[in-house]
């Protein structure tokens, strides 16, 4: 689709990891750069015709893109960790890619021909706005599902895609009610991430969530519903996360340590609850965890070999 060429001051190659998935109408990417520039001239365009816009999820990093004329004036955007922009392979461009993780979803024009004149005017920007953020969002749950899916799933992953890009590009009265199954799959993917990063914060409660989300008390309700609420939720997260580390033969630090890591500040809650939830203690937990290690290590050396060769070999 472009020409690429390694950033002359850093290394003499460019090295870029792609995998792409097939979704019907739709296609999404996701890409791994070491730093890159990047150009799709006038006679590209001309003689390799894709007639597709695209969504560019910046994960980590940072790009800047200009339009080279077209159906828009020329133009610069510059994009950072976080923000998605919106651009159109049917017209030339050029730019430049720090090293980054991307994903890329494109869309074909077909698909969205009474929305075209909007999307046009939108090309080579950075859409830094709400629902931009409800666009990347919803990028990043249908990133974690990409896995498993079905060719099933796939007619209904369309039509949520194509409700959500008219809801957050070129809105109409009735697109917000169409794209409600992808506005439900961006609140949950943000409701994710506020959790996993304030798992070590025992305030948080589902007011403070509803508040680190930007939603109301009732959405965010309906939202955990199918969880058996927001706190629960929270409480089951933090269970898991301290299960995995009470697993790790690294981890050294006492039980109730990890807890406190994971927002427990009651030694006598945190045991109780753990029980409720997987039917044996954090301590029996450990003791069978560590009795296996042992166990595995004896196995290993037993050959000569260490412990890693031989996960290796029985894997």
């Known amino acids: 689709m472009a020409d690429l060429t390694p950033i002359a001051h850093r290394q003499r190659k460019a090295s870029i990891d792609l995998a792409t998935w097939d979704l019907g109408s739709f296609a999404m990417c996701q890409e791994s750069s070491s730093g890159t520039r990047f150009s799709r001239t006038p006679r590209r365009v001309k003689t390799i015709f894709a007639d597709h816009w695209y969504l560019f999820l910046i994960k980590e990093g940072a790009n800047w893109v200009v339009s080279d004329g077209g159906c828009s004036a020329e133009q610069v955007s510059r994009g950072t960790s976080g923000q998605v922009g919106f651009y159109s392979l049917g017209e030339a461009f050029h730019g430049e890619m720090q090293p980054m993780e991307i994903l890329m979803l494109f869309i074909p024009r077909d698909q969205f021909a009474r929305q075209a004149g909007t999307l046009d005017r939108l090309n080579n920007t950075i859409i830094d706005t709400a629902r931009g953020r409800f666009l990347s969002d919803y990028m990043l749950a249908l990133e974690r599902r990409l896995p498993e899916l079905t060719k099933d799933d796939v007619p209904a992953i369309v039509r949520a895609t194509e409700a959500m890009i008219t809801a957050c590009l070129a809105p109409a009265p009735h697109s917000a009610e169409e794209a409600h199954e992808g506005i439900i799959l ?20 589902p007011a403070s969530l509803a508040k680190s989300m930007g939603v109301s008390r009732s959405v965010l309700y309906r939202l955990f519903e199918p969880h058996g609420g927001a706190a629960r939720y929270v409480r089951n997260t933090r269970l898991a996360s301290a299960h995995r580390a009470l697993c790790d033969f690294a981890e050294t630090r006492q039980i109730q340590q990890i807890a406190n890591s994971f927002g427990f500040t009651c030694a006598q809650e945190f045991s109780r609850a753990f029980r409720q939830r997987y039917g044996y203690s954090p301590s029996e937990l450990r003791a069978d965890c560590s009795q296996s290690v042992r166990r595995l290590c004896g196995q290993a050396t037993e050959g000569g070999r260490t412990l890693g060769e031989f996960l290796r070999t029985t894997a």
């Open 186 to 205: 961006s609140l949950g993917e943000r409701a994710r991430r506020v959790v996993q990063s304030q798992l070590s914060n025992p305030k948080l409660t």
